[in-house]
């Protein structure tokens, strides 16, 4: 009997010492309140370019926010640290700056915007990762050190991306969109809020969108060779509602935008055609008589304008914004002076925000 006594004595002493070992390896809040802390990331106002490319990235990344708990996170001698997004994921976007993890990006409640999230400041015991160097949400850490951590905020930046077309006007994102666990369970919950603003402006319904460019009668004799030119006639482009934004970020080698420019392409159009886009040139329309001359488009210092694609001109201003530019002959004839006539051109244009 007393053989028996002992070893139910041994046998419940190791059970004991069992038990308590797990408490001793895991993360807890010190106040004993185990609810979820409520996290909300505040982005501000965002704007947008209208017609930059899909994967361009909106905001500055480059600073830090400190969200705190509120409480401290104790972890012991080891720990898990796990972040979870909620909601859908916007796949093969891109992305122009950031290497975001094909998990990564999230669709936000606004159409045409993606939200990726990484959390920095933890300390080097934590291992991260694998293939998520940045630490973007979502990501499994564990640590396993002699030690305690303890953590009293997070710290987190957030890249807002174009991964589509974004309607105009003013948006609002303000939604639940990460969660975090440790072993202790449901650890806090991240809200997102930002107010996006698509940044551009409109032209002037027609006929306000017609420009005339009257280019004035000239006698030939002003005409002394090729390439020979008359006095250039100014004219503008007007655009209207725009709304400029402030705060681009440079997008790196990418250097999409700096600041939201109105950038024209002129085309030619009706029977007008190219004939040197790199210098501006623009043949005159059929319907004219004249001969060995055309139309050279300048910009408003008196350069060529280039034709036939996108060129960067005047910044967006709030309001109204004049982009002004100038025309005039150009003899493209060689020898002797142009043949009198009418000399009439057309051409189109279009406008990008970027």
């Known amino acids: ?53 899909v994967g361009t990235t909106l905001n500055t990344t480059s600073t830090a926010r400190q969200l705190n708990f509120g409480d ?29 993890p094909s998990n990564a990006l999230l669709q936000t409640n606004v159409p045409g915007i993606g939200l990726a999230i990484y ?7 934590w291992q991260p990762p694998v293939g998520n160097p ?53 650890m806090f919950d991240l809200s997102f809020t930002a107010t996006v ?8 319904a027609a006929p306000g969108n017609q420009i ?10 002003v005409f002394n060779g090729k390439n020979s030119t008359t006095d250039a006639q100014s004219f503008a482009i007007t655009l209207n509602s725009c709304i400029a934004g402030s705060n681009y970020p440079v997008n790196g080698a990418n250097a999409y935008f700096t600041g939201n420019f109105a950038n024209i392409q002129i085309d030619g159009n009706k029977t007008s055609t190219i004939i040197d886009a790199a210098n501006g040139i623009l043949s005159l329309s059929s319907d004219s008589t004249a001969q060995g001359v055309a139309i050279q488009v300048l910009r408003d210092n ?20 004049t982009v002004p530019l100038k025309a005039r002959y150009i003899q493209i004839a060689e020898g002797a002076t142009p043949t009198p006539g009418s000399a009439n051109g057309y051409a189109s244009f279009s406008v990008t925000y970027r």
């Open 1 to 53: 009997m007393k053989i028996q006594s002992r070893l139910l004595g041994c046998i419940l002493v190791v059970a004991l010492m069992s038990a308590a070992a797990p408490a001793m390896a895991a993360c807890t809040w010190l106040s004993g309140n185990n609810t979820p802390k409520q996290l909300t990331l505040a982005a501000g106002t965002v704007f947008a370019p209208r017609d930059v490319p």
């Open 302 to 321: 008196g350069t060529p304008m280039n034709l036939g694609q996108p060129v960067q001109l005047n910044r967006v201003v709030n309001g109204t914004t």
């Open 134 to 186: 940045n630490r973007f949400i979502p990501f499994n850490m564990s640590r396993s050190a002699p030690s305690t951590a303890t953590m009293t905020q997070a710290m987190m930046r957030y890249a807002l991306i174009k991964t589509g077309e974004i309607a105009p006007g003013t948006h609002t994102i303000n939604q639940l969109v990460a969660t975090g666990t440790s072993d202790m369970g449901h």
């Open 212 to 221: 005339d460019v009257p280019m004035g009668n000239w006698e030939k004799r």
């Open 72 to 100: 401290t996170l104790s972890c012991y001698v080891s720990g898990t640290y796990n972040t979870a997004l909620i909601g859908p994921v916007a796949t093969n976007v891109p992305v122009d700056v950031l290497n975001v």
């Open 119 to 125: 959390m920095t400041g933890f300390a080097a015991s």
């Open 197 to 204: 603003t698509l940044a551009g402006c409109t032209l002037p």
